[in-house]
T-cell receptor, first 114, second 109 residues
């Protein structure tokens, strides 16, 4: 058990809808990262938050947004969903803001767009 | 952009043998590398990391080797067990953590 909790485990919705994925980092970790894993793209970094502030941005679409709250949990919001957004979404956390340290992953949210 | 790649999508080994999983990276400026293991239905699990000022690092039954000259990284698993069956990813740290495509390790009993 990594200590990172993601909810829900599965989400099924339709095109055009909006969903929110939630992540609770390991106790004591200040950074939260979001990744998308699809069959044809592998693990793609989306965005990082450190202590409530956006720290780094990767291949995140404008339809997607995230935030980290004062209690350090994070939410990833996906809107105007398209079939291609179907994927596994992982959250990871680490102690500090620097990239060069192990990130610990949750077990993901599987998003299916019908 | 930066890219990390794996050449062998599937590696099949006999239980008890040693496994070697290889990874090539393209960004010569990367100075930190990680190996992750992902089992079915789970998130990636940290195995071992190495910084570019080292050539080799050992963990419990695992060794990571880094060859900066040819930009190559390998993960060696000693005495491979059925529980080692999973997909293994390497990742490099540049501006962000960039993951390779993964290698599936299958352990035959």
């Amino acid at each position: 058990d990594s200590g990172v909790t993601q909810t829900p485990k599965h989400l099924i919705t339709a095109t055009g809808q909006r969903v929110t994925l939630r992540c609770s980092p390991r106790s004591g970790d200040l950074s939260v990262y979001w990744y998308q894993q699809s069959l044809d793209q592998g693990l793609q970094f989306l965005i990082q938050y450190y202590n409530g502030e956006e720290r780094a941005k990767g291949n995140i679409l404008e339809r997607f947004s995230a935030q980290q709250f004062p209690d350090l949990h994070s939410e990833l919001n996906l809107s105007s969903l398209e079939l291609g957004d179907s994927a596994l979404y992982f959250c990871a956390s680490s102690l500090e803001g620097a990239i060069r340290q192990p990130q610990h992953f949750g077990d993901g949210t599987r998003l299916s767009i019908l | 952009g930066e890219s990390v790649g794996l050449h062998l999508p599937t590696l099949s080994v006999q239980e008890g043998d040693n496994s070697i999983i290889n990874c090539a990276y393209s960004n010569s400026a990367s100075d930190y590398f990680i190996w992750y293991k992902q089992e079915s239905g789970k998130g990636p699990q940290f195995i071992i990391d190495i910084r570019s000022n080292m050539d080799k690092r050992q963990g419990q039954r695992v060794t990571v080797l880094l060859n900066k000259t040819v930009k190559h990284l390998s993960l060696q698993i000693a005495a491979t067990q059925p529980g080692d069956s999973a997909v293994y990813f390497c990742a490099e740290a540049g501006n962000m953590l960039t993951f390779g495509g993964g290698t599936r390790l299958m352990v035959k009993p």
